[in-house]
């Protein structure tokens, strides 16, 4: 069993930055990689990145890359997304996710096991 609790969203302006945290609990040594996921009011959840929990490789979707960061600090167990230049189009719940099946396609939400409740960000133009 692993546990995921996200913290950090808030209400900001367009071009602010924002970091994202998620704490991770449980089972963390069957962590194969940690996501970040998003879903606007109305929209499928969609991917925004994703990193491996031993190895640090990172993938992102076009629409964060180059403005988001996602990085992980194992000794404590936590995940982060640092979010530069927010636009309107960011608002959403985000949220994280344990994905434990290794090589797994990470930018697949169907592929993941573990699921926070979610952080509301709010971009105001």
Do not use: H
């Not at 367009?14 to 879903?39: E, H, K, N, P």
């Not at 994280?96 to 952080?119: H, I, P, V």
């Amino acid at each position: 069993q692993v546990q995921l609790v996200e913290s950090g969203g808030g209400l900001v302006q367009a071009g602010d930055s924002l970091r994202l945290s998620c704490v991770v609990s449980g089972r963390t040594s069957s962590i194969y990689a940690m996501g970040w996921f998003r879903q606007a009011a109305g929209r499928e959840r969609e991917f925004v990145a994703a990193v491996t929990w031993l190895g640090g490789s990172t993938d992102y979707a076009d629409s964060v890359k180059g403005r988001f960061t996602i990085s992980r600090d194992r000794p404590k167990n936590k995940l982060y997304l640092q979010m530069n230049s927010l636009e309107p189009e960011d608002t959403a719940v985000y949220y994280c996710a344990a994905l434990l099946r290794y090589l797994s396609f990470m930018r697949n939400s169907k592929e993941y096991n573990y699921w926070g409740q979610g952080t509301q960000v709010t971009v105001s133009s």
